[in-house]
C-alpha cells in the first residue's frame, strides 16, 4: 500500500481551459441534439427558451456556492470533503455514494448514447445479430461490442493522465461549438431568407406558466456535469479562486447551446411537427432537409462530441469521487490508491469502467431508468455544496482552510437559496404529479440504491467504529491541491 503522502500525489496539470471544457461538456450531452423536438411539443419555442434562461439562472446561483467552496477548499473529491467538513462522516458517505452512482450512471448512458447515435445514422450495420429485448430494446452484438469499446477507451484515456484526456477534452468542445454555431447560423439564414411558418410561441392549450415550468423541471437534469469541477480540484495547475468564472461560463455556455439548438430544431421542423413524429431521430433528420448532407454531418458531429466530452468528463468525476473515499477508507483502500507512473487513480477508474461495462448488456431502455433516478443523487451533492458554503460564510472557516475568508452577506444569501433550490430540484424529482416525478421503475431502481448504501454504510461504521471522525477527515484533507 502506498503512504498517505503518496497516495495524495494527483498531478497538478489540469489548465483553466480544460476545466472549463470539463464543465460545459460534461453538461452538455446527446440531449441537447435530439430533446429539442419533444420540447417543442411540451413547451413550445416561448416556454422553452424562458424555461431555459430561469434553470441555467438557477443552476448558477447553486454555481456560484461551488466556486466559493472551491476556493475555500480545492480538494480532490469534492462535494465529499464539503459535506465531511460541515456536517460530519455520515454526510460525506452519502455524498460519495450519491455522486458514485449519478456520475458512473452517466458515463454508461453516454456510451450508450454512441450505439444510438450508430443505431440512427448506420442502422444495417449496428441492427444486426440481436440477442434479447429488455423494455422493449432490443440488444444487438454490435451495439454491445461499440459500447463497451468506448467505455475501455475513455478508462485507457483517463488511467494515462489528466494532460491526455484534458487536451481530449478541449478540443473535442471546440469541435462542439463550432458544429452549434453553423448549424444555427445556417439555419437563421434559411428562416430571414425563405421565412417559413413557426409554431406558435406556446403550445395550444398548454399554459405559459406550465410550459416553462415543464423546462425549470428539466434544469437538475440538464446541468449536470457542470460540478464535475470540483472533484478535481485537487488536480488544478491555477489557483482554485479562477473556478468560480469557468464554472459560471460552462453554465452560460450550456444555456446557450441548449437554446441555439432549440431554435435552430423549430426553425427547420416549422409547422409539420406530423412529419418527423416516426423518426428515430426529429432534429437532425429536420435539419438535413433544410442543409442537406451537410446539416446531418454537422449534426453527427455535435451530438458525437457531447457524447464523448461527457463520457470523458463523468469517467475523471466518478473516478476521483470513488478515489476519495478510498483515500479515506469510506470504501475498501484499494481505491484510494494512485498509478505509480501516470499518478491517476487507477484503481477506481477500473472500478468505474467494470461496472460500466455490465450496462451495454441491460440497453438503454433499462439504463435511462438507472440513469434518471441518479438525479436524485446529483441534488445531493448540490445541497451539501451550498450547506458547506454557506457554512464557511458564515463562520469564515472550516477545517483544512489555510486562511479564513471575508465574509460576503450576498454569498451567504446566495448558498442558503441554493440549499432551498437542492432540496426543491430533488422534490421535484420525487413529489407526486410534480413536472419531474420519476418513472416507478427509475423510483424502484432509487429504492435499491438507498437500501444498499444503508446496508453498506453499517458494515462500515463497524469496520470504523474506533476510528475517530478526524481521522477520516484529515485522510480527505490530504488530497488538497
Known amino acids: 500500500m502506498d503512504s498517505p503522502t503518496q497516495e495524495a500525489s494527483l498531478k497538478k496539470s489540469f489548465k483553466p481551459s480544460w476545466v472549463f471544457a470539463m464543465a460545459l461538456g460534461s453538461a452538455i450531452g ?61 454526510h460525506s458517505f452519502i455524498a460519495g455514494w450519491a455522486l458514485t452512482l449519478g456520475y458512473a450512471g452517466i458515463v454508461a448512458l453516454n456510451a450508450s448514447a454512441i450505439t444510438l447515435v450508430f443505431r440512427v445514422t448506420l442502422p444495417n450495420l449496428f441492427q444486426r445479430f440481436p440477442l434479447y429485448d429488455v423494455a422493449g430494446w432490443t440488444i444487438y452484438v454490435p451495439e454491445i461490442i461499440l459500447a463497451s469499446a468506448f467505455i475501455l477507451a475513455f478508462a485507457w484515456l483517463n488511467w494515462k493522465g489528466s494532460e491526455l484526456s484534458g487536451r481530449f477534452q478541449l478540443w473535442a468542445v471546440i469541435l462542439l461549438i463550432a458544429a452549434v454555431v453553423i448549424i444555427f447560423v445556417s439555419l437563421l439564414v434559411h428562416y430571414f431568407t425563405v421565412q417559413p411558418e413557426l409554431p406558435t ?36 495547475s491555477f489557483s482554485a479562486r479562477k473556478a468560480l468564472g469557468l464554472l459560471l461560463w460552462g453554465i452560460i455556455a450550456a444555456t446557450l447551446i441548449y437554446m441555439t439548438m432549440m431554435v435552430a430544431t423549430v426553425i427547420a421542423v416549422g409547422t409539420d411537427h406530423a412529419a418527423y413524429e416516426e423518426s428515430a431521430w426529429p432534429p437532425g433528420e429536420a435539419i438535413a432537409e433544410v ?5 446531418l454531418v454537422l449534426m453527427v458531429v455535435a451530438v458525437t462530441m457531447g457524447v464523448l466530452t461527457g463520457l470523458n468528463g463523468f469517467f475523471a468525476a466518478s473516478s476521483r469521487v470513488v478515489y476519495s473515499l478510498g483515500h479515506a477508507d469510506l470504501v475498501p483502500k484499494a481505491f484510494g490508491v494512485l498509478d505509480s507512473r501516470y499518478k491517476t487513480p487507477r484503481n477506481a477508474i477500473l472500478f468505474v469502467a ?3 461495462l455490465i450496462t451495454p448488456w441491460f440497453g438503454r431502455a433499462a439504463l435511462t431508468w438507472i440513469v434518471d433516478m441518479t438525479s436524485a443523487g446529483i441534488t445531493f451533492a448540490y445541497f451539501y455544496t451550498c450547506f458547506c458554503a454557506w457554512k464557511i460564510v458564515r463562520t469564515g472557516q472550516v477545517a483544512g482552510m489555510d486562511n479564513p475568508l471575508p465574509r460576503s452577506k450576498v454569498q451567504e444569501v446566495l448558498s442558503a437559496i441554493g440549499c432551498v433550490l437542492a432540496v426543491g430540484f430533488l422534490a421535484l424529482l420525487l413529489v407526486p404529479g410534480s413536472p419531474g416525478m420519476l418513472d416507478t421503475p427509475a423510483l ?3 429504492v435499491v440504491w438507498v437500501l444498499l448504501g444503508v446496508g453498506y454504510y453499517f458494515i462500515m461504521m463497524k469496520r470504523l467504529k474506533d476510528v475517530p471522525e478526524d481521522v477520516t477527515q484529515e485522510k480527505l484533507l490530504q488530497l488538497h491541491a
Open 291 to 295: 442543409m442537406g448532407p451537410i446539416g
Open 354 to 356: 467494470a461496472i460500466c
Open 30 to 90: 446527446w440531449g441537447a441534439f435530439i430533446l429539442p423536438f419533444d420540447w417543442m411539443t411540451a413547451s413550445g419555442l416561448g416556454g422553452a427558451l424562458i424555461g431555459l434562461a430561469i434553470g441555467g439562472g438557477l443552476i448558477a446561483i447553486i454555481g456560484f456556492s461551488y466556486g466559493y467552496a472551491i476556493k475555500a477548499l480545492p480538494v480532490t473529491g469534492g462535494s465529499v470533503v464539503f459535506a465531511m467538513v460541515s456536517l460530519g462522516r455520515t
Open 201 to 236: 410561441a406556446i403550445p395550444t392549450g398548454t399554459s405559459a406558466t406550465a410550459a416553462i415550468l415543464t423546462m425549470v423541471a428539466f434544469a437538475p437534469w440538464a446541468y449536470v456535469g457542470f460540478d464535475s469541477i470540483p472533484q478535481l480540484a485537487g488536480e488544478f
Open 444 to 446: 424502484v431502481a432509487l
